[in-house]
């Protein structure tokens, strides 16, 4: 079951709709005994509720983040609550609004967050305390207290929690080995975990008491409910600049603060941005001066990729030998993190 409409296409359908979406994301731990039935079934039902978005099903739950006309918005919700392992399921909305897709796509995986570590590595009925926003910002304030930022490197890129210790992490399967190991010898601290929406944390925390933490604590909501909370309370922000998201955003600003830095001329930045010469389509941080000099891209050698003509630049990329392309003369701009595909060596 996909979408046959081709990307442009979905947009311009996008552009012409007469009515305002909203942006939510929501996730739960449940057992799921037919992971593929029930991706079939929210198939057919929320394509008629025009919902777009992705969403993971697998046998240890739900990971989704989707895009809701708002006058679908309470059916929607109330349909996700008829679903009996569902029922207790909270709803986030997003910080910022903004086109996040542009098709709903609905994927059986083996982990709704892909940490590939041995499930004898950890328990999910024994996971961290849950703190409310406020709680959260109060606890981290406390002695003995250490914040760690449970999401990839790119994302503490451009906004993170003052003070965090930041994994130099690339993918989800190497964070909580380096987490472990960052804070081995701190087990007796209170360690409190934060993510996007909360829901890396429940896994990372269940996997850190095994490891011996005697106090995990998890930010309930993660950095979306904590951003709206603080905003209600009148509270300063502990978390500074953007927060990440994994759709056609980018980014959620939460505040004024600018974190990162261009990845080309070291200027302040925090605009991510894919490369536009689709051989690369490296993710990267690029400032507005930078990308009317690259045309986008992430490097000149990429910018020059997009000059040759069509069938020259499918050929390229068609050619074991040289699919490279462009990308290959680039390398020494291109951060190791952001190393996404296989054909760079």
């Known amino acids: 079951m996909h979408n046959k409409k081709s990307k442009i296409e979905l947009k311009k359908n996008l552009e012409h709709e007469d009515f305002e979406r909203l942006n939510l994301s929501f996730y739960k731990y449940c057992l799921?005994?037919?992971?593929?039935?029930?991706?079939?079934?929210?198939y057919f039902d929320l394509i008629k509720l025009e919902i777009i978005g992705r969403i993971y099903v697998s046998e240890e739950g739900i990971n989704a983040q989707v895009c809701i006309p708002k006058h679908n918005l309470e059916v929607f919700k109330s349909y996700i609550h008829s679903i009996d392992f569902f029922s207790d399921i909270k709803f986030k909305h997003a910080i910022e609004e903004g086109t996040s897709f542009s098709k709903l796509k609905?994927?059986?995986?083996?982990?709704?967050?892909?940490y590939k570590i041995p499930k004898d590595s950890y328990d999910m009925k024994k996971i961290g305390v849950h703190l409310k926003p406020i709680d959260f910002h109060r606890s981290i304030k406390e002695k003995d207290s250490v914040v760690v930022d449970m999401r990839n490197y790119y994302e503490s890129e451009v906004g993170r929690f003052k003070n965090a210790i930041i994994p130099n992490a690339h993918f989800s399967k190497e964070l909580l080995p380096k987490v472990a190991e960052i804070l081995n010898g701190n087990e007796d601290k209170k360690v409190h975990l934060y993510c996007t929406g909360g829901i890396r944390c429940e896994k990372a925390s269940s996997y850190l008491i095994k490891k011996g933490f005697k106090e995990v604590y998890q930010l309930e909501g993660g950095i979306i409910q904590y951003a709206h909370d603080m905003k209600k309370n009148d509270l300063e922000s502990e978390f500074i600049g953007k927060n990440f998201v994994?759709?056609?955003r980018m980014g959620e600003r939460v505040t004024s603060d600018i974190?990162?830095?261009?990845?080309?001329?070291?200027?302040?930045?925090?605009?991510?941005?894919n490369c536009k010469n689709q051989a690369c389509h490296i993710l990267f941080i690029q400032c507005n001066q930078c990308a009317k000099k690259y045309n986008d891209c992430c490097s000149e050698p990429c910018n020059q990729f997009l000059q040759l003509d069509l069938e020259t630049q499918k050929k390229l990329?068609?050619?074991?030998?040289?699919?490279?392309?462009?990308?290959?003369?680039?390398?020494?701009?291109?951060p190791k993190l952001y190393k996404l595909f296989n054909y760079w060596e």
């Open 32 to 42: 799921i005994d037919n992971p593929k039935n029930l991706r079939n079934k929210l």
């Open 106 to 114: 609905i994927l059986v995986r083996n982990e709704i967050v892909a």
């Open 246 to 248: 994994f759709d056609d």
């Open 259 to 273: 974190v990162g830095q261009c990845h080309q001329c070291k200027s302040p930045s925090d605009n991510h941005k």
């Open 317 to 334: 990329r068609k050619d074991k030998n040289k699919k490279v392309t462009s990308a290959k003369l680039s390398s020494k701009f291109r």
